[in-house]
């Protein structure tokens, strides 16, 4: 069976840059261990299948899977489907806008899509699952040596290590500033010791930018998942709320904030992030990236 799928580069708007993702169109009959599978044939951080869905108001249900399992929620994956089945839906006509409801294994993800042309637009979408604090037990000295850094070079200001899910667990590394963060790089037989459990990857992040409009420089590392590092990882920017507001504690309204990651590899990405503060939480959180189409194409399987 000849099944559809698009090549699309996540968080930029230009091709070659940004988070590679494929996203199978046409998944209806596939089995789990097929998905998986697929995934591990494109070997990207994450695939995305597309199945339909009994709600005909919703534009599909997504499965995504990393090369080694699969996850309930992931942004890089949400923004670049819902530009896809936004251009989809127009027909590649440019600048239209429209409001498509995904079906993820986290639950129902609104999102807001404008088709810049035929093949990239932009997305946003509210996070199903606000952030909350995961207990991970994490120790300074061991995250140091497990990313090839010394203790002294860990913090910045009050924000010290942490871990938070919007979904997906994630450990959240300050680290200095970018020279540091340059530097880091996961020591594979220091990592479980580290960063076991349930946390997917590690989030290394500093206040440094390359860009004085942008807030916050990262990157994320998880080869427990088959990911030896991210370009672009928004499940993780959306866990990044929950950091902000507990050691900034920015006050009540909307805070709005860029983050940057992949400069190390190459793959220049831009997230945006939007928190909604109430009394000291957040109370709404958004993700928001461009994508683009790299290419089309069909899966004989």
């Avoid at 540091?180 to 960063?195: C, E, M, Y």
């Amino acid at each position: 069976m000849a099944r559809r799928y698009a090549l699309l580069d996540v968080f930029t708007d230009r091709v070659l840059a940004g988070n590679p993702l494929a996203v199978v169109l046409d998944a209806e009959g596939l089995t789990d261990r097929q998905m998986q599978a697929i995934a591990g044939e494109f070997n990207l951080s994450e695939t995305v299948f597309v199945e339909k869905t009994a709600n005909p108001v919703h534009a599909g249900r997504a499965r995504i899977f990393t090369p080694q399992r699969e996850l309930p929620f992931a942004g890089h994956p949400t923004v670049g489907t819902a530009v896809l089945l936004g251009i989809e839906r127009a027909g590649g006509s440019a600048g239209s806008e429209t409001m498509i409801v995904i079906e993820e294994k986290i639950g129902l993800v609104r999102c807001g899509v404008a088709v810049r042309s035929g093949s990239g637009g932009r997305a946003i979408f509210d996070l199903p699952s606000l952030p909350k604090p995961v207990q991970a037990g994490l120790r300074a000295d061991a995250i140091a040596s497990a990313l090839g850094l010394t203790a002294s070079e860990l913090g910045f200001e009050n924000h010290a290590a942490s871990a938070f899910t919007a979904g997906v667990p994630f450990a959240f590394v300050p680290v200095r500033d970018l020279k540091t963060i340059a530097k880091a790089a996961p020591i594979g037989s220091l990592w479980q010791g580290a960063f076991g459990g349930d946390l997917l990857g590690a989030f290394v992040y500093c206040r440094d930018a390359t860009n004085k409009s942008r807030h916050f420089h990262a990157r994320m590392f998880a080869p427990g998942a088959g990911i030896a590092e991210d370009p672009a990882t928004g499940a993780a920017v959306a866990a990044l709320a929950g950091v902000i507001a507990k050691f900034d504690q920015p006050p009540g309204g909307t805070h709005r904030y860029v983050v940057e990651q992949g400069f190390e590899m190459g793959r220049p990405s831009v997230i945006g992030l939007e928190i909604d503060m109430d009394g000291g939480e957040p109370a709404a959180v958004r993700i928001s990236g461009d994508a683009v189409i790299v290419g089309r194409g069909t899966l004989d399987i």
